[in-house]
């Protein structure tokens, strides 16, 4: 890796994935377009074995590699991209999901509008399960009603909302990162996390933009029973935030739903050859049952 100073730091945070972190290496020293310098941190905080051996065994493989590891102190994703922001030395930070793998132009898109901006923005790239993922019909809803990340990308670019953000594949200068605040810490999760970093870019006054170009395809077979202990853990650290900003209240729709009616309709799951409208009603009761059961496990804790 060039000594020169690079023109775009790319982070990716570990989290505990079992997917190919090769596959992703890869990927990024593959980039297209992109003749400047750039530097791949990977930051190691414990959440899955071997990622030490696995950095130096691509680097060995690969000496010309844009990446390269360090260790992190603290725990959960926060910590780790605040980690990696320590180390970057570009002026341009990329935060890229650990179960993403880069599209070739991701890291060209992400200069180019930056350099772009008038002002400060944030750029946000869009993810799709990978065409071994995708068969599966839990993710496609996942993916298409937009329960997964927040938003549907497949009609963000006609409908974006501005002040949308999450840490899977998005943008900023160093300065816009430390104006707002670097993230909260206290969430040791990987939930969360960049919501509340999201809510204090909106009240900055900053917007977000969704960049197609900047692709990631998302290497994650997500089973129905992850995802509901995700939407546990969700709720609860939802309730948490509401306790730090109890102006904020996005999950409104959710939680106060009657819980038993969505109960009702998860005693029978849906046939073979249920539609395709009957699925979607069973997987959105099973994550909206998930999420308010933890953020009612929370407000039960806080009494």
């Not at 009240?203 to 995802?227: I, N």
């Not at 969505?262 to 799951?269: P, Y």
Request: proline share 5%.
């Amino acid at each position: 890796m060039s000594a020169a100073i690079p023109a775009a730091s790319v982070i990716v945070a570990l989290n505990p994935h079992d997917n190919d972190l090769g596959r992703i290496f890869r990927a990024f020293d593959a980039q297209a377009a992109v003749t400047e310098p750039f530097e791949v941190i990977v930051v190691d905080s414990g959440a899955r074995a071997g990622v030490a051996q696995a950095c130096a065994d691509h680097a060995a493989r690969n000496p010309l590699t844009h990446v390269r590891y360090i260790a992190a102190g603290g725990k959960g994703r926060a910590a780790a991209n605040n980690a990696g922001a320590d180390a970057a030395r570009a002026e341009f930070l990329v935060f890229v999901a650990d179960d993403f793998i880069p599209g070739p132009t991701l890291l060209r898109a992400h200069l180019d509008f930056q350099r772009g901006l008038r002002g400060p923005g944030v750029a946000i790239g869009p993810a799709y399960f990978t065409s071994e993922c995708a068969s599966n019909p839990f993710r496609r809803w996942l993916e298409e009603s937009g329960r997964l990340f927040g938003v549907s990308f497949r009609t963000a670019p006609s409908q974006w909302p501005q002040h949308f953000f999450y840490v899977g594949n998005a943008s900023m200068t160093r300065a816009l990162f430390e104006r707002v605040g670097r993230f909260d810490e206290r969430f040791t999760d990987d939930l969360v996390d960049d919501l509340e970093f999201g809510l204090r870019l909106a009240a900055s006054g900053v917007r977000t933009h969704v960049v197609v170009d900047a692709l990631a395809w998302h290497d994650h077979a997500v089973s129905v029973e992850e995802r509901v202990e995700a939407m546990r853990r969700s709720g609860r650290a939802a309730r948490a935030l509401e306790r730090r900003a109890l102006d904020v209240r996005p999950w409104a729709a959710i939680v106060d739903q009657p819980v038993e009616q969505l109960r009702d309709a998860l005693r029978v799951a849906p046939a073979q050859g249920a539609t395709l409208q009957e699925k979607a009603d069973y997987f959105r009761a099973l994550v909206d049952v998930a999420f308010i059961e933890g953020y009612r496990d929370e407000e039960t804790d806080e009494r």
